[in-house]
């Protein structure tokens, strides 16, 4: 299993370009997350699914989007890219939300996105 | 307030030495505790989970204390590898399906 995989690992977008942040899992996890981590910050939730086709946002959502047409995939898409979006972004899959003791999330290698 | 806070550290100890970490947790009807581990530049791993019994893997030592809501990591005869950022997880109640991780605290192992 390859586990979780993002793509890019790199990218510089320009102020107000967008661009789609990969992400894909192969352990048939139901649940899968977006999120960033600030220099020296600890990781804050973007969006998060419970399955395909559903949805919902996480601590900051503002200025992404998101879609689960599939089980494995769980893209992020940026629209007009600001210096403020300038972060690593990981995504991360679980099995189940609950019970939630047994959990674990397994993150993917992370994406560096700088915003000029 | 946070839901999760952290010393941020660093913690800069030599090998051998024993080292302990806090996180207290702002929700008291928080159910689950984790410690996951953070190299540098690479994405969390889990470390382990935080029973309410507390737990022991090895040097590592997770304790749960609801009275004072805080979850401890305690590290024995530290080694050069356990030089990492130490997060510390907590979810909320159900239905709630969002964990909420600490700042960190970074750990450096000195020869």
């Known amino acids: 299993n390859a586990g979780v995989t993002q793509t890019p690992k790199f990218r510089i977008l320009k102020i107000g370009q967008s661009m789609t942040l990969q992400c894909a899992q192969d352990?048939?996890?139901?649940?899968m997350y977006w999120y960033r981590q600030d220099p020296g910050m600890g990781l804050k939730l973007i969006y998060y699914?419970?399955?395909?086709?559903?949805?919902d946002k996480g601590e900051v959502p503002n200025g992404y989007n998101v879609s689960r047409s599939t089980t494995e995939d769980f893209p992020l898409r940026l629209e007009l890219a600001a210096p403020s979006q300038t972060s690593v972004y990981f995504c991360?899959?679980?099995?189940?939300?609950?019970?939630?003791?047994?959990?674990?999330?397994?993150f993917g290698p992370g994406t560096r996105l700088t915003v000029l | 307030r946070k839901e999760v806070e952290q010393d941020p550290g660093p913690f800069n100890v030599p090998e051998g030495a024993t080292v302990a970490f806090n996180c207290t947790y702002s929700?008291?009807?928080?159910?689950?505790f984790f410690w996951y581990r953070q190299d540098c530049r690479k994405e969390p791993k889990l470390l382990m989970s935080?029973?309410?019994s507390g737990n022991e893997d090895g040097r590592f030592t997770a304790q749960l204390n609801r009275a004072s809501q805080y979850i401890s990591l305690l590290i024995r005869d530290s080694k050069l590898s356990d030089s990492a950022t130490y997060l510390c997880?907590?979810?909320?109640?159900?239905?709630?399906?969002?964990?909420?991780f600490g700042t960190g605290t970074s750990l450096t192992v000195i020869p």
């Open positions: 935080v029973y309410s």
């Open positions: 929700n008291s009807a928080s159910q689950s």
């Open positions: 991360a899959s679980s099995h189940e939300g609950f019970p939630s003791s047994y959990n674990e999330q397994f």
């Open positions: 352990m048939n996890h139901n649940y």
């Open positions: 699914s419970v399955g395909a086709g559903i949805t």
């Open positions: 997880v907590v979810i909320p109640t159900p239905p709630r399906n969002q964990f909420y």
